[in-house]
């Protein structure tokens, strides 16, 4: 039971007596969807930190593209124009 009792604590500064709250400091986000309560069987990735897209410039770039712009990155004719339709709709 001492031995319990003189365990560090992590979430407080201090040794003993009373401690202060501790900050905390995050160094990435993951997003773990519905697979929540299957965690442990997943492996986490933290080397890479989730991005985040301004969806303002998403859309200016994809009224701002041109044609021949789209093909060389692969989005055929079709595909772009309806991606412009859409953000043009959205944007209105």
Known sequence: MLDYMRLPEHKFKGGEGCLQRADVI????????????NIDEQAVDVKRPQMFVNKDDYKKWILNVSLKEGEEIGINRGT???MKNKMRIISN
């Open 26 to 37: 995050v160094d990435g986000v993951v997003y773990i969807g519905k697979e929540a309560n």
């Open 80 to 82: 772009l124009w309806r």
